[in-house]
């Protein structure tokens, strides 16, 4: 790949939010696995490693600061799932989207209160309560990459099957939901 290709694919990547927060997990997930790496090895390497973690994971946090109404318009036009392949997914992602929508706000309060912006009584229960809204939707996020993983698998099996060649837009878009199972895994690391 030419250097002004990969550029441009690195750019149009890093125009959207979406596409800059991909970039900027990858970079903190990259410093805090060189930090683990070189726990032992190297301590003052890993504690710059772990610190840029940290300090991209709050840069990452502060952003979403800004997502309650993107997130609201969302939930309001995925409505009830009824785009959905079945009845599962559209069950998943009705609930991924309440507890998101519950999610957003705490996360503001733990954020405020741990910048000593708002003084909260009893902090570290709500940043219990913040992990907590967090894992159910990183989870329900999984479980929902996984089933649609499953459904695709069934149309390449299909496909095989009929003795047709496989549409390349859905083994395209079966490796990506391969990808995202994988990332989803990574956040609980």
Known sequence: MSTTKFV??????????????????????????????????NPELAKRYAITSSRISGARATLRLIDDIPMIQYALEYGLGEGEPDRLMAV????????????????????????????????????????TFWVLSVYLNLMRTMRNYALNQQKVDASNVANS????????????????VLRLSLDFT
Do not use: Q
């Open 8 to 41: 441009k694919e690195f750019c149009d990547i890093i125009e959207s939010y979406g596409g800059r927060d991909k970039v900027m997990k990858a970079l903190c997930y990259s410093a805090k696995l060189v930090a683990g790496y070189h726990a032992k090895r």
């Open 165 to 180: 060649s496989v549409d390349e837009k859905l083994l395209k878009k079966h490796r990506l939901e391969l990808l995202s």
């Open 92 to 131: 998943l992602g009705v609930t991924a989207n309440i507890v998101d929508l519950l999610y957003y706000p705490i996360e503001k309060i733990c954020w405020l209160s741990d910048n000593n912006i708002l003084d909260v009584k009893n902090a570290d229960a709500w940043d219990v309560l913040n992990s």
